[in-house]
């Protein structure tokens, strides 16, 4: 069971990213994605998530209005589209993936891509 995140890149403020969470090992219909970033010094923060069994999406106020997450079920992958971006926003972005609904605990997770927003 694997997550490969990708797409991470040097962006200027007010540009955009499509980061991608590619699955092998099991399929993601029926697992909920999660999109989580860490910023140097700071915790980790959910941004956004996609339920497995609703399709029930999430995001945090810091990227609402934003950030879309999607999913694409015939390439077991889920996108993260990063519109708007701000110096904020730089940090390292891992998905991780748990059965069902969105929630607190993730049972796998993708190593991180770096997104570095300059101003």
């Known amino acids: 069971v694997q997550l490969q995140a990708s797409g991470g890149g040097l962006v200027q403020a007010g540009g955009s990213l499509r980061l991608s969470c590619a699955a092998s090992?099991?399929?993601?219909?029926?697992?909920?994605i999660g999109w989580f970033r860490q910023a140097p010094g700071k915790g980790r923060e959910g941004v956004s998530c996609?339920?497995?069994?609703?399709?029930?999406?999430y995001y945090a106020d810091s990227v609402k209005g934003r950030f879309t997450i999607s999913r694409d079920n015939a390439k077991n992958t889920v996108y993260l589209q990063m519109n708007s971006l701000k110096p904020e926003d730089t940090a390292v972005y891992h998905c991780?993936?748990?059965?069902?609904?969105?929630?607190?605990?993730?049972?796998?997770w993708g190593q991180g891509t770096q997104v570095t927003v300059s101003s």
């Open positions: 090992g099991f399929t993601l219909d029926n697992y909920a």
């Open positions: 991780a993936a748990r059965m069902g609904i969105c929630g607190m605990v993730y049972n796998y």
């Open positions: 996609i339920s497995g069994s609703d399709g029930s999406l």
